[in-house]
């Protein structure tokens, strides 16, 4: 192989190492980058149902709702029997503070209940972000990797194409002693 020829494979090797090395970076940093958005989505969902109030929440507003409905059911139930019983306004006001503590003792629970879902939420989403970060980590990895072996590459062919170059024959000595180099 000539000079010229040489010189046109090693730029070709490096032009080639280059260009594979830039796309399979731009496929890395792309994956890395979608896990990393992942990972943001689901910190938010975390924070915002881990953050919420447990007594707010839609299925706690309706179960509390409709046990106030029935106990305000009862309570004017129980007010009509009084006044065709001839009961006392404090036995009314008895009932009526049984049918609180009852709606009070509810929202409690979902409160309870609602705590324990936190902890298995915060858990699931802790689960979630550690096996997405492992996935950062390796691909990273790999990343460094790739990047080294192109390297690699691109070293071997330009060190093949040197290889192969013919850069001339110089005379030492008297006695005609010829090296290629």
């Given amino acids: 192989m000539g000079l010229i020829g040489g010189l046109v494979g090693a730029g070709a090797s490096l ?5 594979a090395a830039k ?12 896990m990393e958005d992942r990972m943001a989505d689901v910190r938010a969902h975390r924070d915002a149902l881990y953050y919420q109030d ?23 139930r129980a007010a009509a029997s009084n006044v065709v019983t001839g009961g006392t ?5 008895m009932q009526k503070q049984a049918a609180s503590e009852a709606v009070g003792e509810m929202m409690q629970q979902q409160a309870v209940q609602g705590a324990g879902r936190r902890e298995q939420i915060w858990n699931r989403a802790d689960n979630q972000l550690d096996a997405m970060n492992n996935y950062i980590a390796s691909t990273k990895l790999q990343k460094g990797l790739s990047q ?10 330009v060190a093949g194409a040197a290889g192969g170059m013919h850069f001339g024959t110089t005379k030492i000595g008297k006695k005609g002693f010829e090296v290629d180099w």
């Avoid at 306004?89 to 006001?93: G, M």
């Avoid at 080294?148 to 062919?157: D, E, M, P, S, V």
């Fill in 15 to 19: 032009l080639g190492g280059a260009l």
């Fill in 54 to 76: 447990p007594t707010q929440s839609a299925e706690s507003q309706a179960a509390v709702t409709q046990a106030q409905k029935v106990l305000d059911e009862q309570s004017k």
């Fill in 148 to 157: 080294a072996q192109a390297i690699q590459q691109a070293a071997a062919g």
């Fill in 89 to 93: 306004d404090a036995s009314l006001a």
């Fill in 23 to 34: 796309k399979a970076n731009r496929g890395y940093n792309d994956a890395i980058s979608a």
